[in-house]
Every structure is written in C-alpha cells, then in structure tokens.
C-alpha cells in the first residue's frame, strides 16, 4: 500500500525556520518526482515546489512566494522527503502535504503566528 | 505562469442527477510530446485531495465510471453522471504541463442540493 506520512508541522513565530518531513512507502520512492502542495485555511490549493528523481538530476522548482526561503531535499536512502522551510511569514500558514500527485500524505499543519 | 480558471465555483446538485466543471487555461496544455497534462482531483470535507483524473481522460485505479474528464487545448470538462452523497466536497484542475509552477484552478465546490 502507497504511504506518505508527513511531519514537523508546528507553531512558528515569523522569521522562525522549520522542517517537515514526508516518509514513504509502497512504491519505488527513488523514481518518484516528489511534490510539496500547501493548503491555507479555508483556501485552496498551492503548489510549493517539487524535486525530480536522482536520474533527472535531483532538480528542485519552487512557487514564487517561497523560492529563497524554502527548500526540498530527499533521502532515498530512507525514502523520506524533506521541506525546510525558513523566514517563515504569517501567510505560510497552511497544511502541507506531500504528493506524487497519485498519492498523497495526510498533511501537516504549519502555523506562523506571533 | 498559466492561468487555470474554473466555473461554476458553487455547484449546487441533486442527488442522482449530472453535474459538470469546466476548467479553462490561458494558454495551450499541449506538451511537446503530444500529451496533455491536465489532472482533476476531489477533496472531500477535512480530508486529502485525491486524484480522480490525469491527462485529461483517464481514470484513476477505484474511481468510480461516473466521473469523466474530457476536452483539449484550454477548455476541459469533469462530467459526473449521476451525483452521490459521497461526490460532495471541492474539486481542482491542475495543469503539469508548463512548469514551473504546477498551477491549480481556484475550486468548485460540490454540495447536494
């Protein structure tokens, strides 16, 4: 069965940095190109970026709002993505979740208050 | 960036009956392959989005035969057939062929009238 688990979601005060994590399993995690898609509260969806497999170059795009600020990484060797996100702003707050776009975590929650 | 604009934004529908959501983008989504890379997904109250459609017209393992995705160019249609308690919730185009960014459309929103 296809899982992604995200995690790392928190409370954050503006400026602060924070990391989410995705874990998954059921399907060939290295070939995947790996998506971040965030929900702001009562919104709709965003894409916030992808990174492409190893064999395409690892290559990272982001949305224009969180481009310097946020950046994707994976580990194949643990088939985890990750998003680390920095001089986080109040309108980062959302639910973020990590997709293949065929599949898709259960989402975290990132809040960006002071 | 491509602009994916969806209508209506409210769907009010009766149960059993048909219901469609056009979704329109400001330039082609022809890929230089010849593909269309045009996904339509269904999120339900306070849960993930899920994938009914990709590349326009093919149907996602378990989607039911009553949802179908249709169109070319810019202009793309999700049709259900006949419209049950379970289809209500907020449905999105997206568009994967000119990126960056993946651009969604702004959401329909499905209720049962």
């Known amino acids: 069965e296809v899982q992604l688990v995200e995690s790392g979601g928190d409370l954050v005060k503006p400026g602060g940095s924070l990391r989410l994590s995705c874990a998954a399993s059921g399907f060939s995690f290295s070939n995947e190109w790996m998506i971040w898609v965030r929900q702001a509260p009562g919104k709709g969806l965003e894409w916030v970026g992808r990174i492409k497999s190893k064999a395409h170059g690892l290559t990272t795009d982001y949305a224009a709002p969180v481009k310097g600020r946020f950046t994707i990484s994976r580990d194949d060797s643990k088939n985890t993505l990750y998003l680390q996100m920095n001089s986080l702003k109040t309108e980062d707050t959302a639910v973020y979740y990590c997709?293949?776009?065929?599949?898709w975590g259960q989402g975290t929650l990132v809040t960006v208050s002071s | 960036d491509v602009v994916m604009t969806q209508s209506p934004l409210s769907l009010p529908v009766i149960l059993g009956q048909p219901a469609s959501i056009s979704c329109r983008s400001s330039?082609?989504?022809?890929?230089?392959?010849?593909?269309?890379?045009l996904n339509w997904f269904h999120q339900r109250p306070g849960q993930s989005p899920r994938r009914l459609i990709y590349?326009?017209?093919n149907r996602d393992s378990g989607v039911p035969d009553r949802f179908s995705g249709s169109g070319s160019g810019t202009d793309f249609t999700l049709k259900i057939s006949r419209v049950e308690a379970e289809d209500v919730g907020v449905y999105y185009c997206v568009q994967i062929t000119h990126w960056p960014p993946y651009t969604f459309g702004q959401g329909t929103k499905l209720e049962i009238k």
């Open positions: 330039q082609s989504l022809v890929f230089s392959d010849g593909n269309t890379y």
């Open positions: 590349k326009v017209s």
């Open positions: 997709t293949t776009f065929s599949a």
